[in-house]
């Protein structure tokens, strides 16, 4: 039986539990399907972190040190290697890990800091062969990153938000040649600061109102085809082009990882998929609270620590309601 379940160790996740902590309830566990704590800040290596909470510019994997070091210093308990399977609206909580085999938890209160999930290629609906060569922005940042990997030598990059441009400099970085970033929109949906680091500072097209309308390859990708949208978000008849390159990472949006808490009886936005909460970050079902990036598209990491100490102080404060 713990005080609070603290489900995701990510900025969000960590900073909720700190304060927590530091609020007086000391029975308190992080549970982290990862290896380590901190979330994905452990694959950003670039810098534009720690602004907000430590008026220093951090790359991310020093950000996520930061907040790991406090929860150290606090003596907070933590599963890693741990994956959550079942939650129920009385905060029962059924966890797995290799260690441990099937775990039962049971917690006075839970914080959802869970995070968001990118979309794969069978959701944006790109046709094509089924090849290699595609995966998503994560995917290929984890694996040049952390394993020391590069997923390919020439790259085409559908999507321009930060983790896009971000991947597109960090691609050419190694090595590798992008061939170009599309975007379907009229605008870069990036960051100004990684618009002008990543896409200007090292001459890599940005082809605004296009899409790929088909991937080509046999074992491999061998390139894509790309058309210009209308206003409308219609093809342009003829205005197809063919790009040759060896992989595809698809850069667009995330959904939020609210499965769980669905399962609990929470409520969520049907157009977001996001999940409700009230002006204390508590969801719709009492003592289940959440923060970070499972409630907010492209949240970055000083705003979801920001907002994990707000769910840790609303959650204390629930709690010692609950002890009077």
């Given at each position: ?70 929860i150290n210093r606090l003596g907070i308990q ?181 499965g769980l808490a669905v399962q609990a009886g ?59």
């Amino acid at each position: 039986m713990y005080d609070v379940v603290i489900i995701g160790g990510g900025p969000a996740g960590l900073a909720a539990s700190a304060v927590v902590r530091s609020a007086g309830m000391d029975n308190i566990l992080i549970i982290d399907r990862e290896n380590s704590l901190g979330g994905t800040l452990n694959q950003c290596i670039h810098t534009g972190f720690g602004l907000q909470v430590f008026k220093e510019d951090l790359t991310g994997t020093e950000f996520a040190q930061r907040l790991i070091d406090e929860i150290n210093r606090l003596g907070i308990q933590y599963k890693l290697n741990t994956t959550v399977l079942e939650i129920s609206s009385d905060k029962e909580i059924v966890a797995v890990s290799g260690a441990e085999g099937i775990i039962n938890i049971k917690a006075a209160a839970v914080i959802f800091a869970v995070g968001r999930r990118e979309m794969p290629r069978s959701v944006i609906n790109i046709t094509g062969t089924r090849c290699s060569g595609i995966l998503t922005a994560g995917a290929a940042q984890k694996l040049i990153n952390l394993d020391g990997y590069m997923p390919g030598k020439e790259a085409v990059i559908f999507g321009s938000g930060d983790i896009g441009l971000i991947m597109a400099r960090r691609l050419v970085i190694e090595g590798a040649k992008v061939k170009a970033v599309i975007e379907q929109q009229n605008y870069c949906r990036g960051n100004e600061r990684y618009q002008e680091e990543c896409l200007q500072d090292f001459d890599i097209p940005l082809m605004l109102n296009h899409t790929i309308v088909g991937i080509d390859g046999d074992d491999r990708v061998r390139g894509i085809r790309a058309a210009q949208l209308d206003d409308k978000g219609n093809l342009l008849e003829g205005s197809e082009k063919y790009i040759d390159c060896d992989t595809v990472l698809l850069a667009v949006e995330t959904v939020p990882e609210s499965g769980l808490a669905v399962q609990a009886g929470a409520k969520t936005s049907l157009e977001t998929g996001a999940l409700y909460i009230d002006e204390n970050m508590q969801t719709t079902i009492e003592g289940i609270f959440a923060c970070g990036s499972v409630l907010h598209e492209g949240m970055e990491a000083d705003s979801a620590v920001i907002e994990g100490y707000r769910a840790g102080r609303s959650t204390a404060d629930y709690l010692m309601g609950l002890k009077k």
